[in-house]
């Protein structure tokens, strides 16, 4: 199978990046990080609250399959449609720090975009660990899908 | 300080990253490894020392010489270090390209 998500992290950084090429105009790609009932489905979160804006917020709530809800928020400093998110990313409850996001967009073709997305940590050692974890931002950490996932390969 | 954390110290090094590659279609000798690098002999030996002790390489003797090879345990088990966190992801988006294709054809 063709691996088109690509991870690249650097050992000894507290920072990596995640590449993505999809087979979607920019401004499709673009409109499903906007559109709060679109990042539901993709994410398999709630949307509680998104405000695509300098200083606007965003909070997210998923549902384990036990009935826990996680909570995650952060806050947007720059917006550029079509072009680029930068936000903050935190999960609530826990002991991790929050952690700085760079989403660029780029149009390849006119069908065709891709994703940048640059993640800073405030430690190498948070970094690895939320690698281990499988953790990510705004997401439920669909640890049994994951699970299945990974068994395939295997 | 745990193994883990010294495999990817280890491969951290541009000189032993390319020893691995090196050796990933051969066994040699550290005489012929050293001899792929202009750095010196016994920086080459600590390189080696390095990946054996984190059993990224092997030490093989064959009558009076020591061949290294690959660990392929090792290797794998790095690879699915950041492999489930890439496949989540690789998922994730998978998911988000099929809703926007639909998303245009409505």
């Known amino acids: 199978m063709e691996k088109k998500t690509k991870i690249n992290a650097e050992e000894g950084r507290q920072e990596l990046t995640v590449i993505r090429e999809f087979e ?17 489905q993709w994410m398999g979160t709630k949307v509680l609250k998104l405000e695509n804006k300098r200083h606007g917020g965003y909070q997210f709530e998923t549902t384990d399959p036990k009935g826990n809800k996680h909570g995650f928020n952060g806050v947007i400093h720059e917006f550029v449609p079509n072009e680029k998110i930068t936000r903050t990313f935190e999960m609530e ?27 800073i940590y405030r430690s190498v050692e948070l970094r690895d660990q939320m690698i ?12 049994n899908r994951l699970q299945d996932i990974v068994n395939k390969l295997k | 300080m745990n193994l883990r954390r010294d495999v990817f110290q280890a491969i951290a090094d541009p000189t ?16 012929a490894i ?6 010196a002999r016994p920086t080459v030996s600590k390189h080696l020392q390095i990946l054996t002790e984190c059993e990224l390489l092997k030490q093989e003797q064959s009558g009076r010489e020591v061949f290294y090879h690959i660990n392929a345990k090792k290797m794998i088990e790095i690879a699915d270090f ?16 099929a809703i926007m294709k639909n998303y245009k054809k409505t």
């Not at chain 1, 979607?24 to 539901?40: C, G, N, Q």
């Not at chain 1, 826990?94 to 065709?112: P, R």
């Not at chain 2, 050293?34 to 750095?39: E, V």
Request: proline share 3%.
């Open chain 1, 93 to 119: 409850n826990s002991s991790f720090a929050v952690q700085l996001e760079f989403l660029e967009f780029e149009s390849i073709t006119e069908d065709t975009s891709k994703l940048n997305m640059h993640i």
């Open chain 1, 24 to 40: 979607l105009p920019v401004d499709l790609l673009f409109k499903a990080y906007v559109e709060s009932d679109i990042v539901e």
């Open chain 2, 82 to 97: 950041i492999e489930p966190f890439r496949e989540m992801w690789d998922e994730r988006f998978n998911k988000l390209e």
């Open chain 2, 34 to 39: 050293a001899s792929n690098f202009d750095t």
């Open chain 2, 16 to 31: 032993r990253r390319a020893i691995l590659l090196l050796l990933a279609s051969q066994s040699l000798t550290a005489g």
């Open chain 1, 132 to 143: 281990k974890m499988g953790f990510a931002p705004g997401i439920n950490m669909a640890h």
